[in-house]
Structure formats: C-alpha cells, structure tokens
C-alpha cells in the first residue's frame, strides 16, 4: 500500500496505509498489546477524518501482534498518568463540563468509524478489551480470528463503557445479552461473537489478514459510491420511520442511476 503524504505513516501506535480506494490503519505497538492512549485516539480520528474527504471507500482496522487491543493504557488510571496527556485521576477534579468534553473528544476517535461514508471492517485477533472491544464495534462490519476473546472490562473498575461501544452492543445482541457482558465483564469468544451476529465470519488466524485484504477489494471494486451509499441507507433505516426510509431509497437510487448513466456516456465517448 502507499503511505499517504498528508499524515505521518506512523504515529502515536498507529500506523496508515491507502492503496486505491482503500485505507489500512494498524494498532502498531505489540509490545504493550496495542493499549490505547488519548494520542492513538486523535490519531484514528485524523486518520478517519482524512479518508472520509479524500474518497475512500474501505477502511481497514487492524492490530500487529497477538492482540487487537488490551483496551485502556493502565497509566491512565495512575496519579502520574501518561506523560503530556495527563489520567484520569487528575480528570476528575476538573468541572462536569469539563470532562464531557474531554470524553467527546475521545469518542470522536472512535464514532469516526461509524459515522464516516466510508465502510469500515474490523480485523480482530487475540485480545479486545474494553477500549478494544469498543473500537471493534464502532465499525461496520468484524472479522475475527478463530482465537478472538472479547470483553467490556470497565464494570470492573467501577466504571461504563463510554467510547460508543454501548449502542452497537445493544441494538445488535439486545438488552439482556448486552447487560450480560458489560456486567459480567466475561469473555466472549470469537465463535458467540459471530452467533450474536456482532462479527460476519470466523477465520484462522493465520488467513484473517488476507480475508480482510479480499473484502475490502470486494467492496471497493463496485460502481463507485456504491458502498458509500449502501451504509448511508443502511444506517438510516435504523433511525427512519418505513415511510422516511422508503424515500430515502428513491433518492439514493436515483443517485446511483445517474452515476451508472455517467460511466456509460464515458465509456462510450
């Protein structure tokens, strides 16, 4: 893939790769099992901000080594905190206001894989704590490693689940399963993932990589716009009444229709 000139490729243990109509961002620190720190979080959002203006279709979420992610930098939850962002001790003697705001910023870091046009896929492996758990469900689709283990840690800290990871969780496996993993704190592994219908397949984790390479080819090999267009209307239907829905559906095929009518006139001149 080639790396793209307006962000560093790699940054605060992300690194960001475009090839076409496709962009991959890898959680690149192995060492500490991709624990996520507020950098690496400003870091997705820019990189998620930047595939949304430029056009692509397809963004790749992946991690390097045995884990997608360990959820929270421990240090966060140190007086000392991580040097230059401070923890969350020190967080909480600031006002109400305050610290909202500081949390949106970090949701922003992970609501940019659910709100973007682009479609975003998850390539889970190992370990997805908490934060981790999180980021795999704000995008739209997951593949897991056949050794994928899966839990929402934060009850066990005295805490909630507040990097938008509650929604997804709800909508998808229902009130009760959901109160179940969150309260629990339990693990859920990768084949109830995919019988919950949070992850589309199981693969081995030797294949998971090329699985996601093949997807993503997929999608971004169609009609341009047509993913783009396909999560806008899927996403709506969420939210829209039968009737909003159904107009919306005209509107956007009658979008795809002058695009198809356009590469035909191209093709043809």
Request: charged share 25%.
């Amino acid at each position: 893939m080639a790396v793209m000139d307006e962000l560093p490729q790699i940054a605060d243990g992300v690194r960001v790769e475009t090839s076409d109509r496709v962009m991959r961002i890898t959680l690149c620190s192995p060492d500490n099992r991709n624990a996520q720190t507020p950098a690496l979080w400003r870091r997705l959002a820019q990189a998620g901000e930047f595939a949304a203006e430029t056009g692509i279709d397809v963004v790749l979420l992946a991690a390097e080594g045995p884990s997608f992610s360990a959820g929270l930098d421990r240090r966060m939850f140190t007086p000392e905190g991580i040097p230059g962002e401070g923890s969350l001790v020190e967080l909480t003697a600031a006002p109400d206001a305050e610290i909202d705001a500081v949390i949106a910023q970090y949701q922003h870091g992970f609501s940019v894989f659910t709100d973007g046009p682009f479609v975003s896929i998850a390539l889970v492996q190992g370990h997805a704590v908490g934060a981790g758990f999180q980021l795999a469900l704000a995008c739209d689709l997951i593949l897991c490693a056949d050794d994928a283990q899966f839990s929402m840690r934060e009850a066990s800290y005295g805490l909630v689940p507040d990097l938008t990871g509650t929604s997804r969780l709800t909508r998808t496996v229902g009130y009760q399963r959901a109160m179940d993993i969150c309260l629990t704190t339990r693990w859920v592994v990768a084949e109830e993932v995919r019988n919950l219908g949070l992850a589309v397949d199981v693969r081995p984790v030797a294949e998971l990589a090329a699985a996601g390479d093949e997807l993503a080819a997929g999608l971004a090999g169609a009609v341009p716009g047509t993913a783009r267009d396909m999560k806008s209307l899927l996403r709506a239907a969420e939210i829209r009444s039968p009737r909003e829905q159904r107009d919306m559906e005209r509107l956007t095929q009658i979008r795809r229709l002058r695009t198809l009518a356009e590469l035909a006139a191209a093709a043809g001149s």
